[in-house]
């Protein structure tokens, strides 16, 4: 039995915005429990679940994975937490995915922190990345582009409209980014 209600982050940006690499600096720092939505199918493949092929070329063509199983895989993982400090990174990527993920948890974020990168950006260092991801090549990379611009950043613009949005300057280093999210957690009293 979890002590608190849970605190829930989403973290969005486009391909390669530094999602992943800020919220290791707010784990640190808050204690969140870290789940990329990303990384939570990555594993469904590597674990050759009945789902495995259909992510593989869901991610392979950039598209996004059905609502209903990413938010089981992330509901998993909470239930499966005793913390109560959740960083969601890379989810919801599309209205449907926020309205369903709404509609299950029966609550809407407290927070959302958005990267805002230019593309040519996030293209470079999505290439220099070399960790081997199958969706880390130029022809996949403009796909992921794409659909970020038409399905995911109407889902940043419902939050800034519902006022729970923070926008972050993705440009300059690891450091000079966080510095800006920081003072984003250091106002609650969790
Ligand atoms: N780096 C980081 N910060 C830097 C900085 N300030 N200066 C210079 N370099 C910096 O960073 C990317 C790279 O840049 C790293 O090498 C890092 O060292 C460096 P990272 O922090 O990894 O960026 P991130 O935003 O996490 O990039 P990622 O590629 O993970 O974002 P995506 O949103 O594309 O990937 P995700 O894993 O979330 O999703 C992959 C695919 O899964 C999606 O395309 C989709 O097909 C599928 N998916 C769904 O279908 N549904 C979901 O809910 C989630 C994913
Ligand atoms: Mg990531």
Known sequence: Q??????????LGGPGSGKG???????????FTHLSAGEL?????ASNSADGIMILNTIK??????????IKLIQKEMELSDNYKF???GFPRSEDN???FEQIFGAEPDVVLFFDCPEDEMVKRV???NQGRVDDNIDTIKKRLKVFTALNLPV??????????????GVGTVDEIYKQVHPVFSSFHF
């Open 2 to 11: 979890r002590a608190k209600t849970p605190f829930i982050t989403f973290v």
């Open 21 to 31: 690499t800020q919220c290791m600096k707010i784990v640190e720092n808050f204690g």
């Open 41 to 45: 199918l990555r594993r469904e493949i």
């Open 61 to 70: 063509e950039g598209k996004i994975v059905p609502s209903e199983l990413t």
């Open 87 to 89: 960083l969601i990174d």
């Open 98 to 100: 926020r309205k369903a």
């Open 127 to 129: 290439l220099n990345r």
């Open 156 to 169: 940043v613009n419902h939050y800034l409209e519902k006022g729970k949005l923070y926008k972050i300057n």
